[in-house]
T-cell receptor, first 116, second 114 residues
């Protein structure tokens, strides 16, 4: 089946630094990717929709200047957490589908971000 | 707006037994898709099964089957012959008409005991 690779799996950074997370579709082209955030023992909350070649669409309450999304190619989307603070510590996970209405949405393995 | 409800508390299941995880949903979209994902302690989201709102038959994927009752707006997951490796969080999710944005339920914790 389709595979989505997410890197890094875990990152620890100092407050005020920026962190980049990559999401790659390995064996299919993903015109759209999605970024989610998950706090411990809670559900996934959609942060933004990443569209190849255009600006990302952010969900209400998500700061676009804080969470920069770049979808430069059909197989790569990046999420950059800028000037990270401890409250940004969370599990971030991306997903991608084959085609706009693909039945199977595949997720990356997630990134655990800890901001000290 | 779409809403997914999973209200069951954590569940203990005997190995080799079947378990049903409840999921109800609410949407005004005429066409939608329903998903179930498994999230083990390692964190990755593993796709289990998909049901389209216009599918005539209930979806099945190996030991997983979806009991889709459209009129009641429910999409319960049935796991047959539970295995120890089935211990995980299980999330029900919905995709609305025209896009692949998923709305997730709060999840069900399942622990399979030998």
């Amino acid at each position: 089946g389709a595979v989505v690779s997410q890197h890094p799996s875990r990152v620890i950074c100092k407050s005020g630094t920026s962190v980049k997370i990559e999401c790659r579709s390995l064996d299919f082209q993903a015109t759209t990717m999605f970024w989610y955030r998950q706090f411990p023992k809670q559900s996934l909350m959609l942060m933004a929709t990443s569209n190849e070649g255009s600006k990302a669409t952010y969900e209400q309450g998500v700061e676009k200047d804080k969470f920069l999304i770049n979808h430069a190619s059909l197989t790569l989307s990046t999420l950059t957490v800028t000037s990270a603070h401890p409250e940004d510590s969370s599990f971030y996970i991306c997903s991608a589908s084959e085609g706009q209405y693909g039945e199977k949405l595949f997720f990356g393995s997630g990134t655990q971000l800890s901001v000290l | 707006a779409q809403k997914i409800t999973q209200t069951q508390p954590g569940m203990f299941v005997q190995e080799k037994e079947a378990v049903t995880l409840d999921c109800t949903y609410d949407t005004s979209d005429p066409s939608y898709g329903l998903f179930w994902y498994k999230q083990p302690s390692s964190g990755e989201m593993i796709f289990l099964i998909y049901q389209g709102s216009y599918d005539q038959q209930n979806a099945t994927e190996g030991r997983y089957s979806l009991n889709f009752q459209k009129a009641r707006k429910s999409a319960n997951l049935v796991i047959s012959a539970s295995q120890l490796g089935d211990s995980a969080m299980y999330f029900c999710a919905m995709r609305g008409n025209g896009n692949n944005r998923l709305a997730f339920g709060k999840g069900n914790q399942v622990v399979v005991i030998p």
